[in-house]
Each structure stands twice: as structure tokens, then as C-alpha cells.
């Protein structure tokens, strides 16, 4: 089976710009990965992870390209099959490049087809307009419906008595 993929930059400009992909659902995340970076235009030398995501686009488990962590736990793409994370029920990933400038593309699979006789895969199937020559800003804001207080922790910072700063010392 073949997964057909839309991969979109998540850019703040007027212009879409995203690549239609088609990879074996057998294939890996690193597999993904090098078609992505380099229908894009990118060397593919960064550091790089996947996200798995919901349908809000919720940024969850992540999936490295290298394994940084200092107990060697974290799940690699090279080890991760594309049909182990993606499927029908699950079909949303976040796809983060270069953790420097953070290029984010959001990668959907649109549909399953079977494969091809005489295609090759990956394949580039699409191209939608041009990627930009810097990577554009993120805003990191908080969620307006947050309704957190820092101030509303029941202390009282008048009643010096009862801070027990001796107790709560870090």
C-alpha cells in the first residue's frame, strides 16, 4: 500500500505552500523525512523530529532523527515504520526541521492507494509555491482561554508570619 501525503509549511503569508508525497506505508520516518526535506529544497543535514498529532493539531509524542537523550530512550525514525504511527484513525503528524530556525510543516495523509506497477517511491507528486529564504517567525502565545493566575495561589504575602519560608525553601 501507498500513502499519499500533503506536507504544508506552516508560514503566516497569503500564498500556500505545500508538496503532495507518495511513500510506502512500510517505508520509515527517516524515509519520510529525506522526500520531505528534499522536496523543499532543505540539505537534510539538520536536526529534525515528527510529531504524532490529533485532529487539533496537538503537538504529542515525538519522533527523533537522532537519539539526544541521555538514557537512550527516544524513539528514532529509522526504527519507526510510517504505518506504525499513521493510519486511518490517525492521520496527522507535525514535522519539525532545523530546531534553530524551526521550519513546521504540518503532514496529513490524504488517502491509501494501492501501489503502482513501474512507479518508483517516494514520490514527488505535487509542488505548490516557494519556500521563503528564511523560515518564518512563530508566535508562541498562551491560550486565550486560559484561565491560570499566578496570583491566585491562596497565599497571603502580607501575613509574613505564615510564608514558612524555612519549610518552603527550594
Request: hydrophobic share 35%; no cysteine.
Amino acid at each position: 500500500m501507498v500513502y499519499r501525503f500533503r506536507v504544508i509549511l506552516d508560514n503566516d503569508t497569503d500564498e500556500d505552500i505545500f508538496r503532495d508525497l507518495e511513500i510506502l506505508k512500510s517505508d520509515t520516518l527517516e524515509d519520510l523525512h529525506n522526500i520531505v526535506t528534499q522536496s523543499f529544497g532543505f540539505d537534510g543535514t539538520e536536526m529534525a523530529s515528527f510529531y504524532i498529532s490529533n485532529d487539533q493539531w496537538d503537538q504529542g509524542e515525538e519522533i527523533s532523527l537522532f537519539d539526544l537523550s541521555e538514557d537512550s530512550s527516544a524513539r528514532l525514525m529509522n526504527e519507526t515504520t510510517l504505518d506504525t504511527v499513521v493510519h486511518e484513525k490517525s492521520t496527522k503528524l507535525i514535522y519539525v526541521y532545523d530546531f534553530l530556525n524551526m521550519w513546521t510543516f504540518y503532514v496529513e495523509l490524504a488517502e491509501i492507494v494501492d501501489q503502482t506497477e513501474g512507479h518508483d517511491y517516494p514520490n514527488l507528486m505535487f509542488v505548490q509555491g516557494q519556500v521563503p529564504e528564511n523560515a518564518p517567525e512563530k508566535l508562541f502565545e498562551a491560550d486565550p482561554n486560559d484561565d491560570f493566575d499566578e496570583f491566585q495561589d491562596g497565599i497571603d504575602v502580607d501575613d509574613y508570619d505564615n510564608l514558612d519560608f524555612d519549610e518552603n525553601w527550594n
